[in-house]
């Protein structure tokens, strides 16, 4: 019976050790599953795991099994599991849901741990909830942001409590450092001795009475449960009628916008980092209702517009240097989002121009970064990777709203300003592979918007970097898509049978490969977008220039890779049909040069092209039903891509008989 006790004391050890998981709850959970397989059949324990073991105590009438519930579900939401808990949750009875909100509202001292993690499990499940089917859900979120805990005695005697804690915690981790410094572990046999007994056993007692990281952890305090509160919101209003719900709860409302209306709010950001958290929490929940469609959107923006203190408080912290607060770079990134809705929203009423001024410094200039970096890197003890990540973030966020602000046709006015060093700039990021994909997309979103400011030179960098782009593609040196995703799977199985630490490190995981891919069919989309736009908007002859900058052998080479990007996105996304019209439309202006007849015909493009238009019908047809004009790359959703794909095969028919050429129909190339 030791032996067993001793085994399964070890396992669990083992375990907690090797996934960062609480020994605690661990123990309670291996009871649990030892209970269940004496007493029930094999059928009911077949979907029972750690999930299902901390769901199952949240139904518990018992304040101490909720928490101990809680704690499970948390702990693997903080191990990155949290879609797994999400998915369960989501399915559970609309009662386990319902229990988990009301407990956002309670107040007793004895309760918040469970206030909070319960907090922490709704911010989970936000982002799939519909709050009409939960009323009064807003009223008891609202109880997050209450700041009367500050004057409760009671939340003094807590924390008070806590205090006493931390000391008796210091005092056992001393007790065990003179015992293990006092006596050996091992007599000469290699047998434990007394003393080493004794060490293990006030070891053992310090980790079971719980270390004061964990009791920290467990701490409740009102930030936390603001910042929780925000992201609550945050991801509720992912649903537009969320955000109507939201919206129309006025209290709630003016309690997101007072604090960005203060007086004070340059002052206060610039003096206490912890507040500018609170405040980037507050405008990630307003610009979401601010982008929200329809009449919420509209009147968010009004409300905002209207509130003049309130708009040069957002236009001041884009002026803010990035070394006077920790935390400026990410509210930036939020002021950015907010300031470019109502740019959009309403021009006359704002100052597009610093904006996109401010933008474009960002997005463009190597200053900027630099003053980014040296904040991060004081911030972060000099982690330089996550110092990196935050900078490209800003960028990223600003290249986003130059895009969106260059695609309407008020704020576009306000571009005029742009100098022609800031298009060299732009042209030459597109060929910059070591930065974001996100940031070289959006280059290519604005100079497809500022097209008329923009001729050949550019046209040719475009057209360098697709080339670029396709040969990293279909580079031997490249696995393929499948090649990586089967690699990925070996590897995931490989990590679950034989887990390591180092199992981050792997430099692919399906998810970033996924990420990965669709941001290469989106940039190689807006790149061919570009090339066709300039060309439309200058008349230019793209097919001429193309072959007086290249020999013949590297003409018919770009048509090879052409027609390697087509078969690489022959998939049901608006990426790959805006690829598939776009290289269309190329082809059909290839042809009208005599020598690339018979390289268009030999290496088969239009009947690749034809292949990928029957993949395509399918979302066509959901895009028209919902009566969309342009996808999202800006591409006409009419002509279709069958008949775009017909004309180019009519076309290369028509063009072979004019040439006596052998006359053949394309035919889809065999799979």
Known sequence: MLGVLFFEEKLVDYVARLHGLSCEVLNAYLEKTKELCLNKPAASTANWNLITYGADLLDSQLLEDNVSGGRVLTMLIDQDTPVPVTRLLISSPKQRIQKLILTLAWRSPAEQEMRLLAARIVEQLAGHLNLAHFPGALECISTLFDTSCHNNADQEALHLTFASAHIKQRKR??????????????????????????????????????????????RVNCEELVLTGLRILENLAHDRHNCTLIYNTK?????????????EFVQDIKSNAAWTKVIDGSLEVVSRLMSSPGCTGEEMCSIIVNDRNLVQNLEAVLDMDMKSNNSIVELQMRVIEVLTQLALHHPASTSAEKLIERALHIFLSEDCMKDCLTCEKIKIEHQTKRAKETANRLKEKAGEALAMLSSDSETIKSFTGCKDDNFHRLSKMLMQIEINIGCRISAAV???????????PTLRKVLAELLHVQAEAISPSTPRCREHSISCIKACRNDIENPSDSAEDKPFTLQRLYIQQCGEGRLQAELLSVITTICA?????????????????????FVVRLKKMVEDNMYATPACLAIQKLTCKMVMEFLQHNPNVDVIDRHNIVGTLLKASETMAGLESTMLFAGIDRDCHGVPLKPLSPVLAKKAEDLLAQRK????INIAPASAPVP
Do not use: C, W
Not at 251 to 263: E, G, T
Not at 538 to 557: H, K, V, Y
């Open 251 to 263: 209290d709630l409302l003016s309690k997101l916008l007072a604090p960005v209306s203060s007086n």
């Open 657 to 660: 008989e004019d040439l006596g």
């Open 446 to 456: 604005i100079l497809k918007h500022l097209s008329n400011y923009v001729q050949e």
């Open 537 to 557: 908007n200058s008349n230019l002859d793209f097919g001429e220039i193309l072959m007086s900058q290249t020999l013949p052998a590297a003409l018919e080479d």
């Open 173 to 218: 981790t001393a007790l065990l450092n003179q015992i293990k410094a006092g006596n050996k572990k091992n007599d000469r046999d290699g047998n434990p001795e007394v003393g080493g007994m004794i060490s293990s056993s006030v070891e053992n007692i310090l980790q079971s009475g719980g270390t004061l990281q964990q009791d920290i952890k467990q």
